[in-house]
């Protein structure tokens, strides 16, 4: 018998879904209760209630090879870093590609998803919903996929912003700020410095008299572009972050804040984070702002401490300093995440946190048969890492893959939440984060798709040492298991040619430079010197590891 799932939201997630089950043998039907697909993506003038919104200039903080559908690449004349549109124009592709509007009920809202009366038993749940007529209708699916994401409610913590009834100018949440024009020669305050707050701010001081950028605890600003101009992002491997995980953790952070600082000294931009207990890079998620330290220096941005008070048009921070004529506030203050359709039974949703297994798995179901998808915030794309938990939702459907017991999940939940709360500032943001590599590669294992890197090297040591070396791009997780795709291999060996693609828009008669192996040798010497100092007496496997490292050295300067 062919199962049925509902799946609601038709965002990148709910596509992701979608394509899943069909990959499973599954019945999916999802339902989306506006006209078209892309949640969050899709730019709309005017926002819809309850649904995320985006201003028109939005540019995604991810490069396309790591936030791309692990099977479906991003075509190579697309820039790296695309706007809201051109994501919308590869959402709609990848739709068309794999057949997934078909099963796609739009302007269909969904009212209850509750368990039958026979849950214990067959695990099947009743799902209410009522179309943009006013219609409703109950159905019976045997699973249910939740892709609302957790951009829905804005935050407005207006309470803690005493006098802001007496306020002259205009006020509104990020989600209802669309273009700058209106405000040209106006004095504007962002209040928030996370990577809406940053856009917005750098967006209004091109028009504006003056921005101020009021933060309560600073960021740490990292760029989109990094060394001789390659994505930050695809400078990231697995070595990288494995070799990062054996040092201590202050020592990460170090290293961080010190390469962060040789952009600019966070310190002397006002920016640097200050918090009583936590103040290092990987205690809260970084600012993505290529432009924000420019107009700081121009001074069209000036960074502020929290408001203290509104006084009619009058703003006074905490330092004691006031501004006048105030004619826009802009609350950059994040959301809030809940599931009004399901009760709290079944999901419970408390200061934005939710007690799930891996963030995906209620652990109480008598059966699992529900699942949320994309309640994650990584360091790196949610596309991807929502493709993953889709991939082994369906595959616990499908009862090819079986969750521990509850004991276990609970104490797994246990784990993770005291985890973040050591690491990470007390926050409504960070209270579903994740390491995007340790993440993925988490659920991969429960799946069956993580790549397995000595198999690689021994049977196919170019495409091993780009997977260990190279960037960690989603189509790696389709080299083995459920799901295999047979275009995958080329796909991470041609990952740089679609990055350069879309920049080499006129011919270069430079000559090219002769290379030397001089660096390479240098370099390989000290990998194996270091091998040998850190672990002495090491085993074959730390030799193996040194030795490659060697080599890919040699490689990359070859194919540079």
């Known amino acids: 018998m062919t199962h049925r799932v509902a799946v609601i939201g038709g965002g990148s997630s709910g596509l992701a879904c979608i394509k899943c089950c069909l990959d499973e043998g599954l019945e999916p039907v999802c339902f989306e209760s506006s006209d078209d697909i892309g949640g969050l993506w899709r730019f709309k003038e005017n926002p819809e209630p309850d649904r995320a919104s985006i201003y028109h200039s939005l540019i995604i903080n991810t490069s396309k090879e790591r936030m791309c559908f692990s099977d479906f690449p991003i075509p190579a004349h697309f820039p790296n870093f695309m706007h809201n549109s051109l994501i919308m124009d590869y959402f709609r592709m990848y739709a068309d590609h794999f057949q997934l509007t078909k099963h796609i009920r739009f302007n269909t809202k969904v009212l209850q998803v509750k368990q039958r009366s026979d849950f214990s038993h067959s695990g099947q749940w009743d799902v209410e919903t009522e179309d943009k007529d006013g219609k409703k209708d109950k159905h019976i699916f045997d699973a249910v996929l939740i892709c609302i994401g957790h951009h829905c409610h804005p935050n407005m913590?207006?309470?803690d912003f005493p006098g802001i009834n007496t306020f002259t100018g205009r006020y509104f949440h990020s989600r209802d700020y669309k273009t700058p024009e209106e405000w040209r020669n106006k004095k504007a305050i962002v209040v928030g410095i996370g990577n809406s707050g940053g856009d917005i701010a750098v967006e209004l001081s091109r028009v504006t008299k003056q921005v101020y950028l009021s933060t309560r605890r600073g960021a740490w600003i990292k760029y989109r572009m990094s060394v001789r101009g390659f994505p930050l992002d695809m400078l990231t491997s697995r070595v990288q972050s494995s070799l990062l995980q054996l040092l201590p953790f202050g020592l990460q952070c170090s290293m961080a804040e010190n390469q962060m600082n040789q952009r600019i000294d966070?310190?002397?931009?006002?920016?640097?984070?200050?918090?009583?207990?936590?103040?290092?890079?990987?205690?809260?998620?970084?600012?993505?702002?290529?432009?924000?330290?420019?107009?700081?220096?121009?001074g069209t941005v000036m960074v502020k401490p929290n408001i203290r008070r509104f006084q009619g048009s009058s703003v006074e921070f905490d330092d004691g300093s006031v501004v006048e004529d105030i004619d826009l506030v802009v609350f950059a203050t994040g959301y809030k995440f809940s599931f009004p359709f399901l009760t709290s039974q079944v999901v419970s949703v408390s200061e934005n946190k939710a007690s799930l297994y891996k963030y995906v798995f209620p652990p109480e179901l008598d059966r699992p048969t529900l699942a949320i998808i994309g309640?994650?915030?990584p360091l790196g794309s949610t596309i991807p890492v929502s493709e993953m938990q889709a991939r082994w939702a369906?595959?616990?459907?499908?009862?090819?893959?079986?969750?521990p017991s509850v004991s276990a999940m609970l104490k797994d939940i246990q784990y993770k939440k005291e985890t973040m709360a050591k690491r990470y500032v007390t926050s409504q943001r960070h209270t579903i984060q994740v390491d995007y590599v340790a993440y993925m590669d988490e659920i991969a294992e429960l799946v069956g798709v993580k790549p397995a890197l000595s198999r690689l090297l021994l049977t196919d040591p170019r495409l091993g040492l780009n997977v260990m070396f190279g960037p960690t791009t989603p189509c790696q997780y389709r080299l083995r298991g459920p799901g295999k795709w047979a275009g995958a291999r080329q796909a991470i060996l041609t990952q740089w040619e679609r990055v350069a693609k879309p920049m080499q828009t006129r011919i270069c008669d430079e000559p090219k430079a002769q290379r030397s192996f001089k660096w390479p040798l240098i370099l390989s010497v000290t990998a194996l010197a270091l091998a040998v100092y850190v672990f002495p007496g090491s085993s074959l496997d730390l030799l193996?590891?040194?030795?490659?490292?060697?080599?890919?050295?040699v490689i990359t300067h070859l194919s540079i």
Not at 394 to 403: E, I
């Open 266 to 298: 966070h310190s002397l931009y006002n920016l640097k984070p200050k918090h009583r207990y936590l103040n290092q890079f990987f205690n809260q998620h970084p600012t993505v702002n290529d432009e924000l330290p420019n107009r700081i220096l121009s």
């Open 375 to 377: 309640l994650v915030q």
């Open 544 to 553: 193996l590891w040194s030795c490659l490292s060697s080599a890919f050295i």
């Open 394 to 403: 369906t595959r616990v459907f499908k009862g090819c893959v079986k969750l």
């Open 157 to 159: 913590p207006l309470h």
